[in-house]
């Protein structure tokens, strides 16, 4: 990556780094700088680590303040279905986190820029970045333009298969399944592709590194398309 | 509690509450709140959700800006034995909070104002209110106070008969021991009172609701005196 699409990307979240090293700390993945042989402490661990923690004190303070009259261990739920891999990694991809990232060849051409837990991570160093380079409310900014917009429609989809389970069981006798239409691409870099099926009828198609992602990601086209469901 | 007490803990942490209620639900056990059906929310579970998360943030933040070498996993050890029970619970001894806690009597006649999980609990929780009512900084300026200062000392002690081994073992071909020489009180309020002993001799000693806890405070006060196991 070079210093154009490090400018980039902060023009796509709308924020001017102070400390531009911070950001390139927070957009190196330990794969590179184990490849460049980097001194320790540029990659972005220790940013994830602090990123996770201001994260999830953002978060409690949204749950607390808007959900006021639910009791300690469901807010605990809601928050675990918020700072979780796939969510974050989804934010991630809102932003294409992916595009900006420093990753060893090896990665790379194993599709690390899609890998969850690589955007996942990414994501929360970002946060951290945010935080000690703009504070603590401009990070908070950043997570409520970020993740906390369209909440419900990122827990939606975290959750999409258990919602479809719902909805279907309440609307309709026929059963839901998923069926694996297709399997591409060399071992180590497959992409699956699943449709959800409602007795004989496709109502959503959905791909993903895992058949279990690809799935998720067919329960949330149904869902998007419920008139499929209902007619 | 009466509203003095409240008046005295607010002197001794030196913060004023602008919404005196929020202390109150800081300072009330989910016990009282039972014995007395008062309406859900009035207990400080809400509130330790929050400030679990608030005093996750001011140690990370700490931790990263004081250890600038250390890798994320050392980090992370570090926060773990920083935020756990036994070293809020000390903290909450600190300031006595015990004593303005809100609690059923069976709770109070049973040792609860002692108990590591209600004190760690309702620290957390007071850290949560002071966060609502006067802000990040001075949850920050709280914790630096109360839980940062000492904390060599506070994390000696977390840590006491790990560190006493490995001095014993550096200095001394003796072996070291604990032995229960105490046991006080009815079945559901015992304290035990452990000596810490090197070869023959008497090096530390302690008392506390459990053997575990007795033998820490006698490591601790065997580190705090290492002229007896140096002679």
Known sequence: MNQSNQEDFQKRIKIRFHD????????????????????????????EFLGDAVLELIMSDYLFKTYRDEPEGKLTKMRASLVCEPTLAFCAKDIALGDYLL???????????????????AFEAVI????LDQGFEEARKFVETYLLQ???????????????????????????SYILTKEEGPDHQKT?????KLGGKVIGTGAGRSKKSAEQMAAYE????KDRILR
């Open 222 to 225: 149904a869902m998007k398309h």
């Open 150 to 176: 369209d909440v419900d429609e990122k827990v939606l989809f975290y959750d999409a298969k258990t919602s479809l389970q719902e909805l279907v069981q309440s609307i309709s006798k026929e059963s839901l």
């Open 128 to 131: 951290g970045a945010v935080y």
């Open 103 to 121: 990753l060893s060849k090896g990665e790379d051409l194993t599709g690390g820029r899609e890998r969850n837990s690589i955007l996942s991570d």
């Open 192 to 196: 699956f592709t699943v449709e959800a």
């Open 20 to 47: 531009q090293k911070l950001l390139t700390t927070a957009l190196t993945h330990s794969s590179y700088a184990n490849e460049r042989k980097l001194p320790r402490g540029k990659d972005n661990e220790r940013l």
